[in-house]
């Protein structure tokens, strides 16, 4: 029985996020909020921008992070570029992509889908020629879709085709900042948005939004504000920077937390921790092909923070998920959508990206996977 006294388990947290928390984030978590004008935390902000732009690879004036989750990201990037009767464009090969979609249409945004199976990733070539059919304002694609595991080549291509058609380029970067390589600037990404609880290992409740030249242009011009108050980047804009006007009371503690967790990632040095992310993947998949259960996604586009291993039909695999957090106190995810019953989904993210956390996990899978 859970009562309001019990501590949470310890979990190891291997699924697709929430990622585990340094102690230190937690540390940070834990001290006293202050008011949402407290100089303090205006001063934090600026130091939580400049972290928040360097894991982006950005220059972007316009960075910040939005109160919610990866969702709320999502949202306040399509609410605030889509006026209704747009078009929108949205590459979809998983769960995420579509979210966009769906999301894209609540907008008011006239969404058209270019799809791949799940699993696969896009060619620049095919992204181009769904480009040429009309005249798009956005296009939408996921860097690292989380329901597949799979990683979207080839960004700054698929950006420089975007541009040449006219469009601005959202990108998904919640599963991949962090975690893989994103560089804002160099692909010249025009919006992109993350989260705070996969590869930065921070609490889940914010979303680091980036928002480029041409997309903010867009955004100051609007004939409309947005739709949504909570979520108006112009209103962000004007509470983070410039006149710092009341818009909602943030989570202090919330951005103690990713400030500190930015921190973390900064001193590690995002080049370090993409090849710690690499290495700890390999391990993983080496040991899951020792089981039997190789991942699913070829290996020049598997994410490394996310692993598909496959699974034999006959495996009952609900079954041993909930053995490993039982037994092991160890949290995996299964597969949805058309992925559904056919693999697992294992996340290295962050803090939970560790070789003995690794070997406790392949351990426990063979023990059983023979018993
Ligand atoms: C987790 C995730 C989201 C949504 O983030 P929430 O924090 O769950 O709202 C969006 N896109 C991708 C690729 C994700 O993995």
Known sequence: ??????????????????S????????ALATPPVGHLDPY???LYREEQELLRGVFQTHNEWTFAVSGTG?????????????????????????????????????????????RPWGEVFTVEEIETALKKKRYKLLTIVHAETSTGALQLNIREIAEAAHKHGALLVLDTVTSLGGVEVKLDEWDVDTAYSASQKCLSAPSGLAPVSIGPRARQVIQNRKKPAASFYLDINLYANYWGGTHAYH??????????????????????LEVRFARHRRNGEMLWNGLVDLGLPPLIPLDHRLPVLTTPQLPEILDEARIR???????NIE???????????????????????????????????????T
């Open 1 to 18: 029985m859970v009562t309001p006294n019990s501590a949470p388990p310890s979990r190891i947290l291997l699924g697709p996020g929430p």
């Open 20 to 27: 585990m928390t340094d102690p230190r984030v937690l540390e």
């Open 41 to 43: 935390l205006l001063q």
């Open 71 to 115: 969702t709320s990201g999502m949202e306040a990037v399509l609410v605030n570029l889509i006026e209704p009767g747009d078009s929108v464009l949205c590459a979809t090969n998983g769960y995420f992509g579509e979210r966009l979609a769906d999301i894209g249409s609540r907008c008011g945004g006239n969404v058209d889908r270019v799809t």
């Open 248 to 269: 909602h009371t943030a989570s202090a503690s919330l951005h103690y937390a990713l400030t500190r967790a930015l921190q973390l990632v900064v001193e590690e040095g």
């Open 322 to 328: 909930s053995r490993l957090l039982e037994e092991q």
């Open 332 to 370: 995996i995810a299964g597969g949805f959508g058309e992925l559904k019953g056919k693999v697992w989904r294992i996340g290295l993210m962050g803090y939970s990206s560790q070789p003995q956390n690794i070997t406790r996990l392949l351990d426990a899978l063979l023990l059983m996977l023979s």
